[in-house]
């Protein structure tokens, strides 16, 4: 069991949404967060609460760059891939944006591959060092509203069970946290049930703290077991939405 007291922990997205409910539960456990975010507002609301913050836009590659850059050479225990976006890539209403495309991809798959690869050293000297990347249910199978966001999120899946392989050898473990639709900003205006950010932050803290290699979190469980006994099925029903 991974304890989380003194932990040093970085976290991106960590300004709103599941990122802040997962930094605030982190800190009551403990650990030490720094986190990140794109909107200055926000974390400096984050920042009176007492948390370090990095002001980091991952839809191009300088919001790496200054994530690295302000981590320096410190060790670091834990890496939360955190943050993304979805933007609309719907045919039906129209042409789609090559910027749009471009954006969601770079935020949601290219920066968490990287920021992993260059940290990669920090975390080797790191205290039990662990990658949290959260994916999404829709890694599991797609839903026809959302196929971009879910063409990333399945690849950062893919990425995460090749790569856990692999980082055995440097001792990092790699947990893959796969939410449902949680009531988020991003979410606003989508119908349907959706988890609180404080049941899925706390979902994931818990797989955290468990060394899971994977962490299926609320109905994502229903559709997993669904899709190993039929994927067929499971495929027809999200393409619905």
């Known amino acids: ?14 300004s709103d949404g599941i990122g802040q409910e997962l930094a605030r539960q982190l800190t009551a456990r403990g650990a030490e967060v720094t986190l ?3 909107s200055p507002e926000k974390l400096a609301r984050m920042a009176a609460e007492g948390f370090a913050t990095i002001e980091a836009d991952f839809s191009h590659s300088g919001g790496v760059e200054a994530v690295v850059k302000a981590w320096g050479a410190a060790p670091l225990d834990i890496l939360i891939n955190n943050a993304g976006m979805g933007r609309d890539h ?14 969601n991809i770079h935020a ?18 790191g205290n039990d060092p662990m990658i949290v990347n959260v994916t999404s249910g829709l890694a599991i199978t797609p839903s026809a509203s959302g196929p971009l966001y879910c063409a990333t999120k399945a690849g950062l899946r893919s990425y995460s069970i090749g790569a856990r392989e692999q980082l055995r050898e440097s001792g990092i ?29 706390g979902a994931i803290v818990e ?7 994977e962490a299926f979190i609320g109905m994502v469980k229903t559709l997993r077991r669904m899709h190993s006994f039929s994927p067929k099925l499971a495929q027809k029903i999200l393409l619905r939405f």
């Open 1 to 14: 069991m991974t304890r989380l007291a003194g932990k040093r922990v970085l976290l991106t997205g960590g």
């Open 36 to 38: 990140t975010g794109r």
């Open 90 to 103: 719907d045919f039906r209403r129209g042409a789609v944006e090559a910027s749009d495309i471009e954006e």
């Open 108 to 125: 949601n798959l290219t920066a968490p591959i990287l920021l992993g690869a260059r940290l990669h050293e920090n975390l080797k000297r």
């Open 173 to 201: 473990h790699l947990l893959e946290a796969l939410p449902p639709m949680v009531e988020t900003q991003m979410t606003d205006g989508r119908e349907g049930k959706k988890l609180s950010v404080a049941e899925c932050a």
């Open 207 to 213: 797989a955290i703290e468990d060394r899971r290699e």
